[in-house]
């Protein structure tokens, strides 16, 4: 979690592409399994570099087609993203399963999440949660013509599948900004950042168009 989110908790020094493609895929990441992925820290430099070459932009005449695999975007979350993330939001991860369809997990601090948004009723779920557990999503991104948006098809927390709902709740509360004091919503598609035009999700990898 998640890939687009202008998260207000993102440290303001980071390259502008990061909390925002990063950002996406720790919020709206999915139950990943990471076996046989490889984390080092020159995947996470490589990571930087790449996203300092998207951020220069591109040539009018030539499109920019930059690749960005999976172990990259694990490893910049592993060794760089730490005092980068939303406060509440650990140990993102994120597997690109192909054909635009994404999946990984971050793990949520529901004590803090409760405090924030539980209205204090006893019918709140969010008045019913503790501690720290695992949030899953799986969906497909779909970012073309300068517009990306992404199609949920499964949530979970702790394994057990979690309502559409409830992880709108906690993408508003995650994606509030004084430009967007609600937040942002989970079906409505958003601009792409740094001029990029499209975003390929194949296995293993995706290719940023500009």
Known sequence: ????????????????????????VAVLAACASLQGATISRQHAEAFERKVGQINAGRSPATPLRTPVSEDEINSWFAYRAQSSLPEGITNP????IGSGRVSGQATVDLDAVGKRRSSGGWL????L????????????????????????????????????FMLQELLSLYSRSPERPRGMSLDDPFPLPANIR????????????Q
């Open 93 to 96: 991860k994120v597997t690109m």
């Open 124 to 127: 709140d779920p969010w008045a």
């Open 129 to 164: 949660l503790a501690g720290r557990l695992p949030i899953g999503v799986t969906g497909t991104l779909q970012a073309k013509d300068g517009k990306g948006q992404f199609s949920l098809e499964s949530a979970t927390l702790g394994g057990v599948p979690m309502p559409k």
């Open 1 to 24: 979690m998640s890939v687009t989110l202008d998260l207000p908790a993102w440290n303001p020094k980071m390259h502008q592409f990061l909390p925002r493609f990063a950002g996406a």
């Open 198 to 209: 499209q975003i390929e999700v194949g296995r293993g990898e995706a290719v940023v168009v």
